[in-house]
Nanobody, 112 residues
Framework: QLQLVESGGGLAQPGGSLRLSCAVS????????IGWFRQAPGKEREGVSC????????HYADSVKGRFTISRDSARNTVYLRMNSLKPEDTAVYYC?????RGRGTQVTVSS
């Protein structure tokens, strides 16, 4: 059964950093694209980043380019999202998703 579990969210100050993790079970990272999207109250869902399982190609939304880095650890079957230079507008629930399935999300709040 495909399952994705996010962790690592929390409260960060503007300019701070957080690293989100997405632990995957039920399939191997090496075959599929896995992505992160976020949902803030009153805003549309926004795709943040994704990584290809086959060759590691990455893509980023313009709003996070240069600040966020997606990576994967095939041995741990886990995908990470390193978020630096956080801004208040990054506040949202962050979800990882693959094959039409998403996790329950992890809350990220950026505030002083």
């Amino acid at each position: 059964q495909l399952q994705l579990v996010e962790s690592g969210g929390g409260l960060a100050q503007p300019g701070g950093s957080l690293r989100l993790s997405c632990a995957v079970s039920g399939f191997s990272l090496g075959y599929y694209v896995i992505g992160w999207f976020r949902q803030a109250p009153g805003k549309e869902r926004e795709g943040v980043s994704c990584i290809s399982g086959s060759d590691g190609t990455t893509h980023y939304a313009d709003s996070v380019k240069g600040r966020f880095t997606i990576s994967r650890d095939s041995a741990r079957n886990t995908v990470y999202l390193r978020m630096n230079s956080l801004k208040p507008e990054d506040t949202a629930v962050y979800y990882c998703h693959a094959l039409g399935v998403r996790g329950r999300g992890t809350q990220v709040t950026v505030s002083s």
